[in-house]
């Protein structure tokens, strides 16, 4: 019997395979979670890293994983093939629009510059209205520490509002996380989202 679609979930991480085993450990129980509550699965369509290791726990466990990345990445070999979509975008920017056009909220596990980028700029479209949709931080074995610190430290020094304490939530685990946004109505009347 299929799962019924609740809503999708864009999912920011690391496509290097040399992070802590935790990290993918975890991101295979988010991706199993997410298939099990039949949420689908919006990634960057890396062949390796702990986006390869959500989509194996979402299709490992019969949900839908979405990959969305851009030519040259195809061109070079780096998509996973096992997905059950991939959408090919011409650049890195009409990649993160892809993904934030196709999702209802974010989850960021550990990654490097091109995660914190992704996360940051989401924080950002948060920030100036442009895209309201739920962000988690996914801080596994406290991988976001000093990012969470330095969030805090701009609000203290008032380059942030305080009330942008409010963008984003922190989870220690795929669960905290799972239990975050099945805590959200989905169906509430939402502002429009520009992006």
């Known amino acids: 019997m299929a799962i019924e679609k609740r809503h999708s979930v864009c999912i920011f991480g690391a496509s290097g395979s ?29 062949r390796d890293g702990v986006m390869r290791a959500v989509s194996d726990g979402v299709l490992d466990s019969g949900g839908t994983a979405i990959g969305v990345i851009p030519q040259f990445m195809v061109d070079n070999g780096w998509n996973y ?17 892809t993904m934030a056009r196709l999702t209802d909220a974010v ?23 442009l895209w309201v949709k739920p962000i988690v931080i996914l801080n596994i074995m406290g991988y976001y520490d000093n ?43 939402q502002p429009e989202n520009k992006y």
Not at 19 to 46: H, I, P, S
Not at 111 to 126: D, M, P, R
């Open 81 to 97: 093939d096992r997905l059950s979509r991939t959408i090919v975008t011409a650049d890195m920017h009409s990649r993160k629009h």
């Open 107 to 129: 989850i960021a596990l550990p990654g490097g510059c091109g995660t914190l980028e992704e996360l940051l700029e989401a924080i950002t479209w948060s920030q100036l209205g």
């Open 147 to 189: 990012l969470i610190k330095m969030l805090d430290t701009a609000i203290d020094e008032h380059l942030m509002k305080e009330s942008h304490r409010g963008l984003w939530h922190v989870a220690a685990t795929a669960s905290e996380a799972v239990e975050y946004l099945e805590s959200i109505d989905f169906h509430a009347e």
């Open 18 to 46: 040399h992070g802590r085993k935790e990290y993918y450990d975890e991101a295979y129980t988010l991706g199993t979670l997410m298939a099990r509550r039949g949420w689908e699965c919006v990634c960057g369509a890396g």
